[in-house]
């Protein structure tokens, strides 16, 4: 019931985008985005509710498409800071919240 | 400031002891989670709890049981501690629709 996270790793230059995929084989209610640095605990960015919106802030956004139990999340003019594990977070039905397998990116100078 | 507090940071047992990992959180959340943490495995859930006294499996729960008698602590129990249980442990809170909140992790070395 985990989802699958694409790509599994990704290296950028600053300034570069990159895109996240997540999908899960479960219908939805929503899905959750959590970046982890090292030796620290996940750090939530962004919630999406089931009914497709887009969410966004700064020049991090992602999107939620409910048909397809899948999200994306879209990391634009990439910054040193960004650098890290990215995690979607899914809940289903029954209050089950499964992580997925993780995207590392590394963002460099 | 609100917190999901986790016993120990780093913990060193044997094999085949009985190991306790414990978690409290301070807000209230009606859910509570357990996930081991290995790397290009990604997190993944070993139980969790919808209320006091209620449990469900996650996707991997063998070797391990759980334990919610109050609200806010959610323990992790290892009922004979393997090699293979050598990890990093983490436990998360939330209620509906909102964020989870994490400890900082148990890093458990089964020796």
């Known amino acids: 019931q985990q989802p699958v996270q694409s790509p599994q790793a990704v290296i950028l230059r600053e300034g570069e985008d990159a895109v996240i995929n997540c999908s899960s084989s479960k219908a939805l209610y929503s899905v959750h985005w959590y970046r982890q640095k090292h030796g620290e605990a996940p750090v939530f960015l962004m919630i999406l509710l089931k009914g497709g919106e887009q969410k966004g802030h700064d020049k991090i956004s992602a999107s939620f498409n409910e048909k397809k139990q899948q999200s994306s999340l879209y990391l634009t003019a990439s910054q040193l800071s960004y650098s890290g594990t990215y995690f979607c977070g899914t809940e289903a039905t029954g209050n089950q919240f499964y992580f997925g397998t993780g995207t590392s990116l590394t963002v460099i100078p | 400031d609100v917190k999901v507090t986790q016993s120990s940071r780093y913990l060193v047992k044997r094999t085949g002891e009985k190991v306790f990992l414990e978690c409290v959180q301070d807000?209230?959340?009606?859910?509570m989670f357990w996930y081991r943490q290995d790397p290009g495995l990604g997190l993944r859930l070993i139980y969790f709890s919808y209320d006091v006294k209620m449990k469900e499996k996650g996707d991997i729960p063998e070797g391990y049981s759980v334990s919610r008698e109050k609200k806010e602590r959610f323990s992790l129990i290892l009922e004979s501690a393997s090699t293979n249980q050598t990890s990093m442990y983490l436990c998360?809170?939330?209620?509906?629709?909102?964020?989870?909140?994490f400890g900082q992790g148990t890093r458990l070395t089964v020796v």
């Open positions: 807000m209230d959340h009606e859910n």
């Open positions: 998360a809170s939330s209620t509906l629709n909102t964020e989870a909140f």
